[in-house]
């Protein structure tokens, strides 16, 4: 029987007698010996456990998947915003709504999924303009709308 984890440290002969399940010298320095090995409850602890991670991992990649999909919107909106030289989130739900139904005037209805934000993430009406005046001035927006191109 291979020696227990104190009596190797120690450098000490390890004996077992049958009827225990612990060796002479753990029981004499009353530690913890594990000359047989790990219980059942050790493992169905270890089980448990990895269980118990395994579902929390889950539960954070679910998560994260959940906020690149609000950073796809919410980066679709903003270039959107900026493409129209608008500045908050209810005069871009004002012009999509304009162009919806202007759409459907003419018997089109006007559909684009990747800039609705009824799809079941809603952001707060005031998220653009708690951004940084930087943030639009790194998209090349200046707040103004922008100049007129003249095909020639």
Not at 44 to 72: F, G, S
Not at 78 to 105: C, N, S
Request: with cysteine.
């Amino acid at each position: 029987m291979p020696s227990c984890n104190h009596c190797e440290k120690k450098h000490l002969k390890c004996v077992v007698s049958d009827d225990s399940k612990c060796c002479s010298e753990c029981v004499r320095v009353n530690v913890r010996c594990d000359a047989c090995g790990p219980s059942i409850s050790d493992w169905d602890n270890i089980e448990r456990e990895e269980y118990h991670l395994q579902a929390e991992e889950e539960a954070v990649m679910a998560k994260i998947l959940r906020l690149r999909q609000q950073q796809r919107l919410f980066y679709s909106c903003a270039k959107d915003m900026l493409r129209r030289g608008l500045k908050t989130m209810d005069k871009l739900d004002e012009a999509e709504e304009k162009e919806r139904r202007e759409a459907e005037a003419k018997g089109t209805l006007l559909s684009n999924p990747s800039t609705t934000v009824s799809e079941g993430i809603a952001l707060d009406q005031d998220f653009f303009a708690a951004l940084s005046p930087g943030f639009f001035e790194r998209w090349g927006a200046d707040g103004e709308t922008p100049p007129a191109i003249l095909d020639s």
